[in-house]
T-cell receptor, first 111, second 113 residues
């Protein structure tokens, strides 16, 4: 059974710092991996999608990498801003098409 | 930009009552999903729907749950007899064909008293 784990559970950084969020999964037979942002009490906003054949994807200050064989993905946020404060979720898509989520990393960027 | 919409944003109900949560997926999408998130817990898969039938369901999705696409635009989740433990945020998602990302709605917060 696929398990997705995110470390750390919470992270607090000063504005301007570069940071890395980690996601690991137990079964490497994934179709893709998505990173989401969730603001308190709100829905999920898709940030990046990495196909299983890709190594990384970039969008603005965000860069996501995928190492399928080791079951790991990272989300790199450059030059963090207070507006980046949110919970970041990773999710892997399995053979059936459903997403299996990690528990998230709660990020706080202090001005 | 097209988006998934959900109504209501918040529903309060008494235990044992039936609720229907509504979703309008993005118009050219063919795959539809319901997920839920109990407060403080992971987002969990409930059910996927394609070509007017359920393609996969989780252990959570028991006989009390059903889904329907009644008119080609709406996608509904019905809980027949709500329990306290059904209190959660329910998210609808959709995606087009191919190995593409899923787009999520804003969620319906269900509170069962």
């Amino acid at each position: 059974k696929q398990e997705v784990t995110q470390i750390p559970a919470a992270l607090s950084v000063p504005e301007g710092e570069n940071l890395v969020l980690n996601c690991s999964f137990t079964d490497s037979a994934i179709y893709n991996l998505q990173w989401f942002r969730q603001d308190p009490g709100k829905g999920l906003t898709s940030l990046l999608l990495i196909q299983s054949s890709q190594r990384e994807q970039t969008s603005g200050r965000l860069n996501a990498s995928l190492d399928k064989s080791s079951g790991r993905s990272t989300l790199y946020i450059a030059a963090s801003q207070p507006g980046d404060s949110a919970t970041y979720l990773c999710a892997v898509k399995d053979r059936g098409g459903k997403l299996i989520f990690g528990q998230g990393t709660e990020l706080s960027v202090k001005p | 930009e097209p988006e998934v919409t959900q109504t209501p944003s918040h529903q309060v109900t008494q235990m044992g009552q039936e609720v229907i949560l509504r979703c309008v997926p993005i118009s050219n999408h063919l795959y539809f999903y319901w997920y839920r998130q109990i407060l403080g817990q992971k987002v969990e898969f409930l059910v996927s729907f394609y070509n007017n039938e359920i393609s996969e369901k989780s252990e959570i999705f028991d006989d009390q749950f059903s889904v329907e696409r009644p008119d080609g635009s709406n996608f509904t989740l019905k809980i027949r007899s709500t329990k306290l433990e059904d209190s959660a945020m329910y998210f609808c998602a959709s995606r087009p064909t191919g190995n593409n990302e899923q787009f999520f709605g804003p969620g319906t917060r269900l509170t069962v008293l």
